[in-house]
């Protein structure tokens, strides 16, 4: 977001601190708002600023605000900077299949099976640890464990993925995705034969009370979400989808399916059955179309990559039945 003429430039002192008087002709604000707009030129994004007011790194006249909070003209605003983490994800020479790349973004397919970033039980062998070592810098607004991630796709999808080089991609491309204008297609083998040639799902989503790790079509402590779905190819007891997110919930599209009974091939949680039987080790979910506008051309750019080759076999084994 450009700074209106009305906005001060804003620097950090020695101590990593911001500070301001808040002008009369702002009153009246939102914090979360007045902060972001008052430091566009650091590129700091709306949902972090509500993370520093969450923890109490801002003020207002001294003490701690909600991030609904409104500002009145002659309050003191400051924002402390929180100290960066000492790294904890460390470098490894694991091969990327690099689809494009500049100084601001790196944009991969990951293979099926390939972790996004450090979490328990996988502290190494994932994309950060990969792109670690490919690359010098990459953007820490995410922290220590998720340098440079903007947005995942599970271990067991195939795809792309961008990653954020500095803060102020990391910024554009995270908001892109708020304002849902990110380009993602995915191709999707499912079971059952799909009657409409292409559909909705529009169904919130949240965690499961009998396990948090799952997720599942609820309204309660839910999120919006929407699927758009459109039939490739029809089969004898299967239907090959394209699917298109509006949103991007955790598990979407697996979610979605299941809740309209057409489950993923090979998906281990929500499928219910194995894709060995096709010659398939894992879900049939690939991400195969990223586009966005780039954070600092305002190009807009879209990528394509073919489906893996044993989800590619797995379809030729279906047409020849």
Same mark, same amino acid.
């Given at each position: 977001?450009?700074?209106?003429?009305?906005?001060?430039?804003?620097?950090? #002192?020695?101590?990593?601190?911001?500070?301001?008087?808040?002008?009369?002709?702002?009153?009246?604000?939102?914090?979360?708002?007045?902060?972001?707009?008052?430091?566009?030129?650091?590129?700091?994004?709306?949902?972090?600023?509500?993370?520093?007011?969450?923890?109490?790194?801002?003020?207002?006249?001294?003490?701690?605000?909600?991030?609904?909070?409104?500002? #009145?003209?002659?309050?003191?605003?400051?924002?402390?900077?929180?100290?960066?983490?000492?790294?904890?994800?460390?470098?490894?020479?694991?091969?990327?299949?690099?689809?494009?790349?500049?100084?601001?973004?790196?944009?991969?397919?990951?293979?099926?099976?390939?972790?996004?970033?450090?979490?328990?039980?996988?502290?190494?062998?994932?994309?950060?640890?990969?792109?670690?070592?490919?690359?010098?810098?990459?953007?820490?607004?995410?922290?220590?464990?998720?340098?440079?991630?903007?947005?995942?796709?599970?271990?067991?999808?195939?795809?792309?993925?961008?990653?954020?080089?500095?803060?102020?991609?990391?910024a554009s491309l995270a908001e892109q995705l708020k304002e849902h204008s990110v380009t993602r297609k995915y191709f999707a083998l499912v079971y059952g034969v799909m009657q409409h040639d292409k559909g909705t799902v529009d169904a919130p989503i949240g965690r499961a009370n009998h396990d948090r790790k799952l997720y599942v079509v609820t309204d309660k402590n839910s999120k919006h979400a929407i699927t758009h779905f459109a039939v490739a190819e029809r089969f004898d007891e299967y239907t090959l989808l394209e699917l298109k997110l509006e949103t991007g919930r955790t598990h979407q599209i697996r979610v979605h399916m299941k809740y309209i009974g057409f489950p993923l091939v090979g998906d281990p949680v929500y499928g219910g059955k194995s894709g060995r039987t096709l010659g398939m080790d894992g879900q049939a979910l690939h991400a195969g179309v990223l586009g966005f506008n780039h954070p600092r051309s305002g190009e807009y750019l879209e990528f394509e990559v073919p489906i893996p080759d044993d989800m590619e076999e797995a379809l030729n084994i279906l047409r020849t039945r």
């Open positions: 977001m450009a700074m209106e003429n009305n906005l001060k430039s804003i620097n950090p #002192s020695e101590d990593n601190q911001f500070e301001w008087q808040v002008d009369k002709e702002r009153s009246g604000e939102r914090i979360d708002k007045h902060i972001t707009e008052t430091l566009a030129e650091h590129s700091f994004s709306r949902s972090q600023v509500q993370d520093w007011i969450r923890t109490g790194a801002v003020t207002v006249n001294g003490k701690s605000v909600k991030a609904n909070a409104k500002v #009145s003209a002659g309050e003191q605003i400051q924002v402390t900077l929180p100290e960066p983490e000492p790294l904890e994800a460390f470098p490894e020479n694991i091969p990327l299949d690099v689809v494009y790349e500049d100084s601001d973004v790196i944009v991969i397919n990951k293979p099926r099976g390939m972790v996004v970033h450090p979490a328990a039980g996988h502290p190494s062998g994932t994309v950060v640890n990969a792109l670690l070592h490919h690359c010098k810098d990459l953007s820490g607004i995410n922290g220590v464990m998720r340098p440079g991630i903007v947005h995942r796709i599970d271990k067991d999808t195939s795809g792309l993925l961008m990653v954020a080089k500095n803060d102020l991609a990391h």
